[in-house]
């Protein structure tokens, strides 16, 4: 019976073979187009196989590092718990920041010195979390690494991302960067008449207010929150291969979830965040 069934389905697939041979044959004529045709509908096969096992194991890969960061944030109550690399990562990008309703000058003061700081740092910050990671970038894939980690209230996932764009100005990938950092440039043209002026190099720093006593509904840590503090440099280097100049773009960012390792909704939030943090600056460079 086995054997059979067997035969019938090697029937059913030589006859299905032999329909599609005579499609293409009719639908292409010519023999070299069609051997064409058919390498490229090989490779865009083999091409979505490849994709959907990577998007298996990219799923298996964060679940793996949400229960890692699981028993992270119950080692967290240890005195002998030693800080992961994604605190270590957040803590350098973010100081605690606590906003105070006082006039509006002295506000503006306080976010201005902040951002002065950001500023000298970003480039010696981005720098010491990127060096160990720019052999690894080529001039066609970017470079890009998760982590996951939590202490007792949070649950962290840092991101590096690396990018070499050959043939293009410092000035221009800043521009695309700002454009990814949604409207910032255009507002700031606007409502403070503040133009870039970028040659050799340009800065990009993004921070969250822990503590706003103005808003304080905008403090709520009860519902679900996440937080972003990042650090953009984009710099001119030379290609290591062809020794061509070309644009050097370094991102480092942590995202900060009020929520749980074991928190269902926490597996969502941090796939929307890799897609939207690493995707949508890819497409605008």
Known sequence: VEIRALREQVQQLESTFAQLSEKWHVTIPD???????????????????????????????????LYMSTLQSLLAQSPVYAMPSSLDVFNALHSPLHLRDLADEERIAQLGARDEMALRVAASLVDKFTASHLADVSGVVPFTRTGISADARFTYMSTVFIARIPRVSVSRAHAAVLGYCDSVYSELARRYNVVHEVKSSGVVAVDFVDRDDRFPDASDTSAARRDVTQMI?????????????????????????NLSPDTPLLRDEVQLAQAWSNGDLFMAL
């Open 233 to 257: 440099y984009v710099s001119m280097t030379t290609d290591p291969v062809s020794k061509q100049p070309q644009v050097l773009l370094r991102r480092v960012c942590v995202d900060r979830f």
């Open 31 to 65: 023999r070299v187009q069609r051997v064409a045709a058919f390498e490229a509908a090989r490779q865009k096969w083999q091409t979505a196989l490849v994709e959907a096992r990577h998007k298996v194991l990219d799923e298996q890969l964060v679940a793996q590092m």
